[in-house]
């Protein structure tokens, strides 16, 4: 009697990351953050590309308004400092980052419907009314920068630290490749300012949706500083002193720089 072979289908299991010994919450938390970052590549891939520049244009902007436009986000910035300390002060992070990531990203909405808030004939209005908002949205990104980063170090343990990143990178950039290829899709297909305002409706939903993950998050406690009644300068000049630190920091600003 001929035995019958049994044969067993194994569905593929992918992990991205190691997950021994990660309780539930964090492993959600990781994830939401993987999620996240997809819908935040859609949002940074139109923000920042041609779809944006194209859009100015369309709207009127000459050289002058190009460049105080691109100038705004880089200035807004620096606004990471205060954040930073309002953050150390405050030790509200979550509230920080979801206050002001929505605020930051639903912007982008009201910026890509403003050829249909602002008639034609008020073109010098809406390039204020851009400058204004985009000036709204990247005041916001300060805050969510500093939080964001100082959630990711609590929330990723050390020992997979460099695999996770990795993985969550490599999830970003097919999400980018993938939003490029439609957006020029779209952009070759669409006349006037409608291509122009699908998309950058569709980058503020999905920015938005990139925060709104973090209201899932379990967000683990900030440590308390040992020093609660130090001030702003106090605060920094800590930061000046190590010299560790500032030498990563000269290596960046070169590396921006050139």
Same mark, same amino acid.
């Given at each position: ?70 100038? $705004? ?12 300390? &309002? ?23 009201? $910026?890509?419907? &403003?050829?249909?808030? $602002? ?57 980018? $490749? ?32 990139? &925060? ?47």
């Amino acid at each position: 009697m001929n035995a019958k072979r049994r044969f067993h289908v194994r569905k593929p299991h992918i992990r991205l990351y190691d997950t021994t010994g990660l309780s539930q919450d964090v492993q959600t938390g990781l994830n939401l953050a993987i999620l996240a970052v997809t819908f935040c590549m859609v949002f940074t891939n139109v923000t920042t590309g041609a779809a944006w520049t194209g859009y100015q244009r369309k709207l009127g902007a000459d050289a002058l308004a190009l460049g105080i436009i691109s100038a $705004i986000p880089v200035a807004a910035s620096t606004l990471q400092i205060v954040a930073s300390y &309002i953050l150390e002060k405050w030790q509200k992070r979550r509230a920080l980052f979801l206050v002001f990531g929505l605020i930051s990203r639903l912007s982008w909405v009201v $910026i890509g419907l &403003i050829p249909l808030l $602002i008639p034609l004939s008020h073109e010098h209005l809406r390039i204020v009314a851009l400058m204004v908002l985009l000036a709204v949205s990247a005041a916001g990104g300060a805050f969510i920068n500093v939080s964001f980063y100082s959630l990711m170090g609590d929330l990723v343990p050390l020992r997979i630290r460099g695999r996770y990143f990795s993985a969550r990178q490599a999830v970003s950039l097919l999400a980018g $490749i993938l939003t490029g290829l439609f957006v020029s899709w779209l952009m070759d297909r669409a006349e006037g300012f409608t291509g122009y305002i699908i998309v950058l409706v569709v980058a503020g939903v999905f920015g938005t949706l990139d &925060i709104c993950c973090f209201f899932k998050v379990n967000w683990p406690a900030m440590p308390a500083r040992e020093r609660k009644g130090e001030g702003f300068f106090a605060m920094l000049r800590a930061v000046l002193r190590d010299k560790g630190y500032m030498k990563i920091v000269g290596y960046f600003t070169a590396w921006m720089f050139s």
